[in-house]
Structure formats: structure tokens, C-alpha cells
């Protein structure tokens, strides 16, 4: 394994702080899920240093632009109607533990084809406007959930076994995961550097599917709930993000999984895995295999 890269960071540091000093004028990204919680803490800090953000969302107000992930005419249309040199995208819009199996426009199980299918078609339907930015940067937002299992390749959708929520939500961050290593192996010629964020545990709209009881054991429903302190705050999470689309990294950081804004250590992964990154997360052969199933689809 390659050295692990070190950052002056760490989990209590904000988007802002990762942001100090660094002038982003001139330079434009995209942020999926930009109008809330660490989208819209990642939007916010990128253009206080000075960046042009399109905060890429399904309800889109001002300057946002219309983006439905899980719709491919969506994703289409909106890659069709960019124009110019594009510096990053953060993939960051996904949807989390739908209690029952729901599909996209295209027959995908909604989480796979939103939070992972959607950003597949968005980053490969602006690869060339990421070239033309001479260097550019892929950011996919995953989850700590990718450690407890691999992507299940033999039914991705649901369809021969019983839907299972966290299943479907894990298959769709082990994805994420593979994509950023899909993309740092194909497309380093071209200057874009792709890595995974993983944001830990914060309290945003993404809970909104889940049960009461599940909410209370977050500390997030019921009387003087409390979160407990290993949650973030949006601003917190989104350091990683910005450390990933935006911080100076030597050109061999790319393919890698960070959280806390330093690189997660890497597991043997399993259910009771506590954290870091499992090597299912981190495989060429499996990212080759999921860009194919993407390609497909597409
Ligand atoms: N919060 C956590 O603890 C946590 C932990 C691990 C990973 N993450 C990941 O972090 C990312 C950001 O989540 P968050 O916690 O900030 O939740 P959030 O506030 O719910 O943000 C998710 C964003 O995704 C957008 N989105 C959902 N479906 C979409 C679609 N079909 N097309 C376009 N945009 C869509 C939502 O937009 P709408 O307003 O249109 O719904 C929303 O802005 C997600 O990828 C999530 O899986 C979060």
C-alpha cells in the first residue's frame, strides 16, 4: 500500500478552515445536493474562496440549476447545457434507507441509480470539460456503511432477493467508492484527480426515511434529544469535501478514501467493522467491473 497522505486537519475542522489562504477565483464546480446540509455547507465555503459553484439540485432557486439525478434525460440535459472549462464536482446528492424498493425512470433500484448511476452519467458526460480545465478534481461522497459488505454483483437490484434498505443504500456507497478509483485509474492523463469523501455522522435531511426508534438511538427524535458527540456539524463534514476538490494534493492522492479530512485506515471491513475503508471499497477489478454495468445502462 501507498503511504498514507497527511493533512494538517482533522475532524473538528470546518470547510472554511481547510479553505484559509486559498484563492478560488476563476475556478468552477458543480455540487449535486448543493442546497442542503453538506452540499450547502461544501457550496457556501467553495465560493467564499472565491469559486463559481453551480449548486445542481431537483428544486432549484436563483442561480441553482435543475438536476434529477435518477433521471437520465435529467442528467443529460444538464451535462448538454454546460459550457466552458469545469476545475471539480462534488458528488454529494444521494438519498439514504428508502423503507421500500423504489425505482428510477430507467427500472434502477433508486438509491443505486441516484446516488451512484445519476453521478456516473454527470462526471462521464463532463469528462471533457474536466480536461479543459487542465487540472480538475472528482470528489464522490460515499459512506462509513461501505465497510460493513461489498456490492453485491449478482442482484444489484433487487430483484431475485428481498429489498433490504441499508443493503441497497450500502451497495450504492461501495459504488461511489469505486467509482473515484475507476476514474483515478482512467482518467490521470487527462489531470483529474478522483477520491471519495466520507462525510461520519451528521444530523441533515438524509435521517428523513428513517423509523422513530432508529432516530432516537441517533439521539435525533424525542424529548432533550441529544446527538452524540461523534456527530459532525454540516460545516464539519464538508472539510473533507473541499480538502478533495479543492486543497493542494500531489498528484498520486487520487483513488483514495478519506474521512476526518485524512486518509481512512484501511480494513479488513465486515458487518461489525467500526470503521475505516474495506478493501471491496478500494478494488480496480470490482470499479472496472461496476464502470461496465454503468456503461450499460447508460
Ligand atoms: N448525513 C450523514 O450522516 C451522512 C453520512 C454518510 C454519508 N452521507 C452522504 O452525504 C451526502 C449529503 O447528504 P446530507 O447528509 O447533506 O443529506 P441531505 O441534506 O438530505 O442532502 C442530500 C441532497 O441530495 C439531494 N438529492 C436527493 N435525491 C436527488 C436527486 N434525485 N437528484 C438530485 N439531488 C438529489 C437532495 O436534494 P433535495 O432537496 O432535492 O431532496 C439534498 O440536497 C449524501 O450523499 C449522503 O449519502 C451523509
Not at 438519498?95 to 453521478?119: C, I
Not at 475503508?277 to 477489478?285: F, H, K, Q, R
Request: hydrophobic share 40%.
Amino acid at each position: 500500500m501507498t503511504e498514507p497522505f497527511v493533512t494538517p486537519f482533522d475532524g473538528q475542522t470546518t470547510a472554511g478552515e481547510v479553505l484559509k489562504g486559498i484563492d478560488l477565483t476563476g475556478r468552477r464546480y458543480i455540487v449535486t445536493g448543493g442546497a442542503s446540509g453538506i452540499g450547502l455547507a461544501t457550496s457556501r465555503a467553495l465560493i467564499k474562496a472565491g469559486a463559481e459553484v453551480t449548486v445542481a439540485t431537483r428544486r432549484p432557486s436563483g442561480d441553482d440549476r435543475a438536476l434529477d439525478l435518477s433521471d437520465l434525460d435529467s442528467v443529460r440535459a444538464f451535462t448538454e447545457a454546460w459550457d466552458g472549462p469545469l476545475h471539480g464536482i462534488v458528488a454529494n446528492g444521494g438519498v439514504m434507507a428508502l423503507p421500500t424498493r423504489e425505482t428510477a425512470s430507467n427500472g434502477w433500484e433508486l438509491q443505486l441509480a441516484t446516488n451512484f448511476l445519476g453521478h456516473f452519467a454527470l462526471v462521464t458526460g463532463l469528462h471533457a470539460n474536466l480536461r479543459a480545465a487542465g487540472e480538475s478534481r472528482v470528489v464522490v461522497v460515499s459512506s462509513g456503511i461501505q465497510v460493513k459488505g461489498a456490492f453485491d454483483f449478482e442482484d444489484p437490484q433487487f430483484q431475485r432477493q428481498p429489498y433490504d434498505p441499508w443493503k441497497a443504500y450500502r451497495n450504492s456507497k461501495v459504488a461511489g467508492s469505486l467509482f473515484s478509483v475507476a476514474l483515478a485509474r482512467r482518467w490521470a492523463a487527462d489531470g483529474v484527480l478522483a477520491n471519495t469523501a466520507d462525510p461520519g455522522y451528521v444530523a441533515t435531511n438524509l435521517q428523513r426515511h428513517l423509523d422513530e426508534d432508529t432516530l432516537r438511538a441517533f439521539g435525533m427524535a424525542g424529548e432533550n434529544a441529544v446527538l452524540p458527540d461523534y456527530f459532525s456539524t454540516p460545516e464539519q463534514a464538508a472539510a473533507t469535501n473541499v480538502l478533495l476538490a479543492a486543497y493542494p494534493l500531489p498528484k498520486e492522492v487520487t483513488g483514495r478514501y478519506f474521512i476526518y479530512c485524512q486518509e481512512a485506515e484501511h480494513v479488513p471491513g465486515g458487518p461489525d467493522a467500526p470503521g475505516g475503508v474495506a478493501p471491496w471499497s478500494l478494488d480496480p477489478a470490482a470499479a472496472d467491473r461496476l464502470w461496465e454495468l454503468a456503461e450499460k445502462a447508460l
